[in-house]
């Protein structure tokens, strides 16, 4: 296992390409927590086999925003004091993890493609997203609005991006043929839906 | 056109049907006048407080509105709160979640009667019905208030009152959040009699939802008694046309101000609910000041009728007096007085009404003797006043004229015939009596009363009486010439005249008066007139009479003592004016006076033959026989001492 993420990883290093991607709001200002995911045109790459965690903080999900391969398991370690109820009636993962504190024994394995919205039962306040993708090349935006993509194989890809808050219907998917070691750069700019009212 | 009812005029003393009592119109015009001050003053102060009550009830109307407004505005939270509280329940949401309908819908049951709602649904982000207590059926069909949908999209929430099977309900839209919405959950709650009755409680008004949308709009639910509810109905549209403020509504006979608030955007849903205040409450005062006034206006309505009748009465009454005054005077009766009570005006009418029955008492007293009088100075000295018309003393002569044998006259006329004779007669002395300036009194059957001195005194009437007796004499004669020629008996007229004091006035009944003289000197003159008979002489004239006269020939007839009566009165015949008489038979009157003068001096004999040779002289036949007669008895009884000559009268 090791040996074979190493060697992913010295491939990806060494004859890999980088995509580099720029996503800006409506109103023009980088937007943070975009994620961007190449899918190869092609087999579906192999899993790359780690763990995850999604943590609460401060009665947060932390990250907000987690993009996982689809299969990933995923930890949701109570940094809090106080007992969470996370759950999700998301379709791609369905899951409720009763009031804990500590982390749960068991991940979660996120095994379906996807939007996965998190919240507990007991926070009403608290959200987060996983975006479940069925490809190892994603990254998620800073607050500069830039997330990028390493260690891609060349080859042809299918480039898409995702926001909890992107407008429907969503960009369509960029197609886009890698070079080994070369850097390629995409930019978006994207309308949001407006948050959901705090009630 | 004309209107048949009005006459040209109106004859005097027809009484119009239509003319009421003067009274009765004075009463009536300040009772009325009255009526119409207080009507008008109740009116301005019925207005003013109706306006004050109106406002009152209006703006306690509007606090009542201010406060159902909140409380729509608190029970919406309300709900909203409570429903959004029940879609977190985790259960339910997992329950959502399975997306399996018969699990939802009896987990909407289940949470709607948590909350005492009466439906609830899960609808789709879609817009498309998942589940819905209310109507399972629409499953699968788009929620039918999508815009309560699109609201609760943009403010995350949204509550609106809606009509769900005819019946209003309030309809809270919240999203199922997990945490981001995964659908909508639609709570309702019915709007019904229950919900307006609680409104009610707290609001102090009735309170009315209805449905404008139709027509007639639709009463959905109300705290308004039903036997006012069709007049409700009925005047909803006015209402809500006055929106937003208060109109004035009669509901079976009560008074309301109605005041309709849109429940909703209008445009949404034509409901609105109607606040209604009972104008009588705003009213309340008014009514205890209502009945004080009342009570006045009757006390005033009172006070004037009774002045009124008083005035009224003060003025008819003396009218009235005038008007049965006015009513003796047409019978004839003078004698009255008219109570002169009351106003000036009034005083000054019955002294004016008291001074006219005395005129016309006075004419009426004059008109007899004016009829008598020829002369026009007489007659307009008459009517100036200037001669007194009572009971005076005068000094006249009466003359009483009688034709006789005018029976054997008639004996052989018709009627007719004799009484035309009469007439001519009549005509005759009555003419020769006015050319001697006398006044016929009255003709007593075939005779004639004249006057001479009565009622105007003149210089020498004795003297015209005179003379106007000897023009009847030779009228008399000259008619009987006329009437031999026609082969009728010759007539003959006896005169009787006699001057005295005597009484001259107004005799008779108060409506029937008669001038005319009275006194013994009159009577007297009618003895003469009876006299001419026994001497066979036409004019008996009285003592004064031949004292008074001048440029007469008399013939002394007799001496007479009237039965009674103390002192005797000669009695003379006139003859004629001085001059008129000739010599021989002046001689022969002579011859007369001195066997009378032997007569008178108990010289019998003397007399005697003196009588004798005269008795076959025309003119002296009859009146030397009666003296010899007297000498006849006198000498059979000698008279006593004290005779003096004078012969009694004993019969009429
Ligand atoms: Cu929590």
Redesign the interface.
Known sequence: MRFLLATVLASGTLHAATLDVDVKGPDGKPLADAIAYAVPKGPAPALRKREVNVQQVDKMFVPMVTVVQTGTPVNFPNRDPIRH?V???SAPK?FELKLYAGTPMAPIVFDKPGEV?L???IH????GFILVVDTPYFAKSGADGKARIEALPAGEYDVMLWHPQLALPAPAAKPLKLRADETNALSYAVTLRPS???? | MANPDIDKTTPIGVIDRRTARLQDRIVVFFVGLLMVVLLASFWMIHLTVERTAQKTVRSELEGSARVFKYLLELNSQKFLAATSVLTKDFGFREAIATRDRDTILSALTNHAARINASGMGVIGLDGIVVSDSLSPGSAGKPYPFADLISEAGTRGDASGIRLIGGKPHQIIIVPVLAPLPISWVSISFAVDDAVALERKRLTSTDITFVDASTNPPRILATTVPVSRQADLAKSVAAILKAAPNATRVNLAGDEFEVLSIPLEDARRAPLHALLQLSVEEGLENYKLLQVVMLFLAAICIGTTLLGSIRIARRVTRPIAALAAAAREIERGNYNITVNSTGSFEIQQLASAFTGMTRGLAERDNMRDILGKVSSHQVAEQLLKGEIELGGVEVVASVMFTDVRNFTALAEKMTPTQSLALLNEFLTEISRIVEEHEGVVDKYIGDGVMALFGAPVPREGDTQRAVQAALAVRDGVRELGKRLAKRGLPNPEVGCGLNTSNMIAGNIGSATRLNYTVLGDGVNLASRFEGLTKRYHVPIVAGERTHDQSTGIVWREIDKVRVHGRVKPERIFEPLGAVGSIDRYDLDRLQAWHDALEHFRGRRWAVAKAAFESLSGMQGYGRLSEIYLGYIRDLSATPPPPDWDGAFTLYEK
Not at chain 1, 124 to 127: I, P
Not at chain 1, 196 to 199: E, N
């Open positions: 109820h759950y999700s009636f369905p919205v919240g507990c039962n009403d306040q608290m959200l959901p009212p705090k009630r």
